[in-house]
Every structure is written in C-alpha cells, then in structure tokens.
C-alpha cells in the first residue's frame, strides 16, 4: 500500500491564473476577522457605527492612495467582521483603464495581493499598538477578490456596499446567519 505524503496547504486558489494583478482595473475585494467575530463595530438601524478597532481599519483604508500611488479607493463599507472595498489599479502617471493582461514586469508591491497585505499589516500593526497585544489575530488568512469587468458589474457592486448595513441582518457573512446557509454544509 502507498501512502500519500500529507500536503502542507490544502488552499484552492480562486485568482484568475492568466491574470496579472498589478493590472490597471476595479477590483472588489472583501476582508474577513479571523472566525467572523465583530470586533469592528456594530450595525445599529442599519447604519455600521465604527468602535476603535474600526476606526483604525477607516484610517488605514483612507491613507491607502497616500502611501500608494497607484491605488485608489472608489468605495468602501466596514462591518462588523469584514470589510468591502473597491481598490482601483492605476498606473504611475493614472492613465486609461484596459483590461487585457500584458507581460510586462512590474514591482510585486504593486500588485492586488500586496497592496491587501499591506493594509492587513498596517490595521494589525495599530490594533496591536492599541490593545498592548501582540498574540491577537485579526485578520482571516486570505481575502475575497472578483475583476471587475464593466460599468454595470462596477454599478452592481457599488449599490451592495453602500446597502450592506441595512442588508445585515439577512447577510451571509452575519454570524446569525452562518449556520443558518444550508449550501454552507453541502460538499
């Protein structure tokens, strides 16, 4: 009988292969806490009321185009265990959107991943900082991305963050809810 060796990851990733994530384009991305615990605030009459843990997460999202200037943030929605967020990639001198992959080479701190990495770090760094704790885990290991691809998917997404505090007793991300998702068991 063979046995198998055991695989370090078992991670299936959900990125685009062909694409090139220093692209110039909209990208909708969401952050989850780690275990989906609330810990950035809380939704009262469907409007997100931020505590000092959001408030760093608010900062941190906001000084992103200062301190990349590649990157700009067309709208964003903190709730209490994740953040939505559509980043733009620009390029240098913020030229024309396209959306074909090229080869070119470009530095890995422009990409999507890196630029999410950074703003991870940053908002751990500060809550750190705040709570004189350095073992707290805040962030999930990975991140939700999607390309956007039009003006109507770019409208779509724009219209679920700006509604997502009124839609949060019904959301999937809702601790309430997690258990409640039947497709959440099946295989």
Known sequence: MEILPKLKHHRRSVRL???????EGYYFVT?????????????????????????????????TPNIRNNI??????????HVHVILIIQSEGRGVMHYAPTNKLKSPSQTLGAVIRGIKSAITT???RMINNQNIIIWQRNYYEHIIRNNHELAILREYIENNPAQWEIDEENPKNLFANKSFFSK
């Open 17 to 23: 292969p062909c694409w090139d994530y220093s692209e």
């Open 31 to 63: 952050i989850c806490t780690e275990k989906r615990k609330c810990i950035l605030g809380e939704i009262k009459e469907g409007k997100m009321v931020l505590n000092e843990f959001g408030k760093i997460v608010d900062r941190e999202i906001l000084n």
């Open 126 to 128: 500060n809550i750190k």
């Open 72 to 81: 700009g943030i067309d709208i964003y929605q903190i709730m209490p265990n």
